[in-house]
């Protein structure tokens, strides 16, 4: 079955920098664009950035921009996020998702908070 476990969450300062991981296991990971959500308090889950198979193609949402990076190992089925600069604004749980068409697993989410 299809399993995404995200990890690599937790506090830091504004400012300060952290990695999330998303660990793909279940399906072929290669061939699949995956991404990052999130979620912040009081708001809806919203697009972070997002990789296409090879890693040659990347999308992030203009909130992000300049200061993340996600990037992918397809050969230990894993997806990253550096997240740089971090804001009190980017305090969220963070998901990683696999986009067949749609977006259809999803990991169960890691906590980010952003102290100002």
């Known amino acids: 079955q299809v399993q995404l476990v995200e990890s690599g969450g937790g506090l830091v300062q504004a400012g300060g920098s952290l990695r999330l991981s998303c660990a793909a296991s279940?399906?072929?990971?290669?061939?699949?664009?995956m991404g990052w959500f999130r979620q912040r308090p009081g708001k809806e889950r919203e697009f972070v950035a997002s990789?296409?198979?090879?890693?040659?193609?990347?999308n992030y949402a203009d909130s992000v921009k300049g200061r993340f990076t996600i990037s992918r190992d397809n050969t230990k089925n894993m997806v990253y996020l550096q997240m740089n600069s971090l804001k009190p604004e980017d305090t969220a749980v963070y998901y990683c998702?696999?986009?067949?068409?749609?977006?259809?697993?999803w990991g169960q989410g890691t906590q980010v908070t952003v102290s100002s």
């Open positions: 998702s696999r986009n067949q068409g749609t977006w259809d697993y």
């Open positions: 279940g399906y072929t990971f290669s061939t699949y664009r």
């Open positions: 990789i296409n198979w090879s890693g040659g193609s990347t």
